[in-house]
Nanobody, 125 residues
Framework: QVQLVESGGGVVQAGGSLRLSCAAS????????MGWFRQAPGKEREFVAA????????YYADSVKGRFTISRDNGKNTVYLQMNSLKPEDTAVYSC??????????????????WGQGTQVTVSS
């Protein structure tokens, strides 16, 4: 079992930055690939970024590539999402998730076993 708790959301002006954190409980955190997803009001959940167990490989959605960076610290059981050059269209609830899989499939929410509650990010224009 893995429990996930996100933090770091808030309100920021366009062009600004935020860093989200996702703290995991359990001693098997390092065995999971981690992903970030987001869901805006009235829209479907969408993939944002994912990182392997070791942090050696990552995937990004095209919409955030070059602006967002996913990283992890297995010693702290935490995964991060650094978000720069934020745009109003980045406004959403951001959730982290854990999966025992890797490959292109980690872009799919259905491949994840554990989810956090989410944290709201609002980007004002």
């Amino acid at each position: 079992q893995v429990q996930l708790v996100e933090s770091g959301g808030g309100v920021v002006q366009a062009g600004g930055s935020l860093r989200l954190s996702c703290a995991a409980s359990g001693r098997t955190f390092a065995a999971y690939s981690m992903g970030w997803f987001r869901q805006a009001p009235g829209k479907e959940r969408e993939f944002v970024a994912a990182i392997t167990w070791t942090g050696g490989s990552t995937y990004y959605a095209d919409s955030v590539k070059g602006r967002f960076t996913i990283s992890r610290d297995n010693g702290k059981n935490t995964v991060y999402l650094q978000m720069n050059s934020l745009k109003p269209e980045d406004t959403a609830v951001y959730s982290c998730a854990a999966t025992g899989k890797w490959g292109a499939r980690v872009r799919l929410g259905a491949e994840y076993d554990y989810w956090g509650q989410g944290t709201q990010v609002t980007v004002s224009s």
